[in-house]
């Protein structure tokens, strides 16, 4: 059984930064690509950042892209999601996930197929 905890979650004000971390045990798997998936209710899930190689090679959703930024610390089974310059439409639950993949489009979307807790990140003045 795949596990997934997140942490690092919180509120921040709209240009402020926030470090999302997702310890997992599936780094020593084959379900070592991880995720990050951002949720508000009434909406879909979204995709946000898929890790699709070992070198560290991610994808990151339009929305995201350039803000940021997926790392990972191998020795301590650990990825990290910085986040920084932060909007208020950032605010929501994100999740971490194992086993992504993106899938090409249009539109290009990501599946998983393990979950985490999930973290709450508000971003409001």
């Known amino acids: 059984q795949v596990q997934l905890v997140e942490s690092g979650g919180g509120a921040v004000q709209p240009g402020g930064s926030l470090r999302l971390s997702c310890w997992s045990s599936a780094f020593t798997s084959d379900y070592d690509h991880i995720g990050w998936f951002r949720q508000v209710p009434g909406k879909k899930r979204e995709g946000v950042s898929c890790l699709t190689s070992s070198d560290g090679s991610a994808y990151y959703a339009d929305s995201v892209k350039g803000r940021f930024t997926f790392s990972r610390d191998n020795a301590k089974n650990t990825v990290y999601l910085q986040m920084n310059g932060l909007k208020p439409e950032d605010t929501g639950v994100y999740y971490c996930?194992?086993?992504?993949?993106?899938?090409?489009?249009?539109?290009?979307?990501?599946?998983?197929?393990?979950w985490g807790q999930g973290t709450q990140v508000t971003v409001s003045p």
């Open positions: 996930a194992a086993d992504c993949l993106v899938v090409p489009g249009p539109p290009v979307g990501i599946i998983a197929n393990y």
